[in-house]
């Protein structure tokens, strides 16, 4: 199978989910529109009632804090931190109750969710990127790469209207893969970029002011965590309520907020278990049983 190297995600489109995509665009671009015109304009008045006078808002504060609205007033920069990737092992595993997940627009968490937590180098995203630098050469010896094939032998390819995808021959397969492994070398030789895509890596506070991963930019933090990259901005999505409570205790409006910038600035990622966890991983060192990253030069540049 000939395919040219490194192919991005857009060649890898399948014209049978173009409208599939065109779909799930629109509705994302509607859903986007009425979040900035209809959603936030009135969450941000609530938000700057609140800011004004904290004790007379209180039922606002208990449900959390809108979201969308605090992140716009705050601004990008205040709710992001750097950290090392490799340190940031450590994820939010809500399990499939969905009525114990806290409301993803809501800025305060209560609840025990930062308790139960996952190890992310053992997940599904770290161990694609960790096949694709070792298998290089035979990208059919990845997992990825047969349990896709299983599900195309099965009759049942793998799909994603939303990017257009549709794993239905093992070209497309391999297609995606070598996109994969290509956005690995760009990272490995150009280092971590910015704004490449819309995703940022979201994080959320424990109630002990440790940084958990969220299901955000879980793709992006493999990659960087994989090839080295010595340092990321992961953005602050929501905050434990304990840990709100100790930092703004006393504090009204902008002094609550300029009093949350500043502890934030001191959170670093969590690498113990939790109490809650489903299951148990094995702990490894921040330096320890990372991939040898020759395993991502092509075998020409190798010989």
């Known amino acids: 199978m000939n395919l040219p190297r490194n192919r991005t995600t857009d060649d890898l489109i399948h014209p049978r989910m173009r409208g599939a995509m065109q779909r799930a665009q629109r509705i994302e671009a509607l859903r986007a529109w009425c979040e900035h015109h209809l959603i936030l304009p009135f969450s941000r008045c609530w938000l700057m009632r609140w ?9 606002l504060e208990r449900r959390g804090l809108p979201r969308h609205a605090l992140e716009d007033v705050m601004g990008q920069e205040a709710l992001t931190v750097w950290v090392n990737p490799r340190e940031l092992v450590r994820d939010v595993n809500f399990g499939r109750d969905k009525r114990n997940r806290p409301s ?8 025990d969710w930062d308790l139960r937590r996952g190890a992310f180098r053992f997940g599904s995203r770290s161990r694609l990127m960790r096949d694709l630098i070792e298998h290089g050469d035979d990208l059919t010896a990845t997992e990825r790469y047969q349990h896709l094939k299983a599900l195309l032998e099965a009759g049942k390819p793998w799909s994603s209207p939303r990017d257009g995808l549709l794993m239905d021959s093992e070209e497309q397969i391999l297609g995606y893969l070598r996109c994969y492994r290509g956005y690995l070398q760009d990272m490995a030789s150009n280092g971590f970029r910015q704004g490449v895509t819309k995703d940022e890596m979201g994080v959320a506070v424990t109630r002990e002011g440790r940084l958990l991963k969220i299901n955000r930019g879980l793709h992006r933090l493999a990659m960087a965590q994989q090839v080295g990259v010595p340092s990321v901005p992961v953005v602050i999505k929501a905050v434990h309520r304990e840990f709100w409570d100790r930092v703004t205790a006393g504090a009204e409006g902008d002094e609550a907020l300029q009093r949350l910038q500043a502890a ?3 959170c670093r990622p969590e690498s113990e278990p939790g109490p809650l966890d489903p299951r148990t991983y094995p702990m490894l060192s921040v330096d320890e049983g990372w991939p040898d990253l020759r395993g991502l030069e092509d075998a020409g540049s190798r010989a």
């Open 104 to 111: 993803s627009n809501a800025f305060i968490w209560d609840g």
């Open 264 to 266: 934030l600035r001191e």
């Open 51 to 59: 800011k004004r006078q904290r004790a007379r808002h209180q039922s």
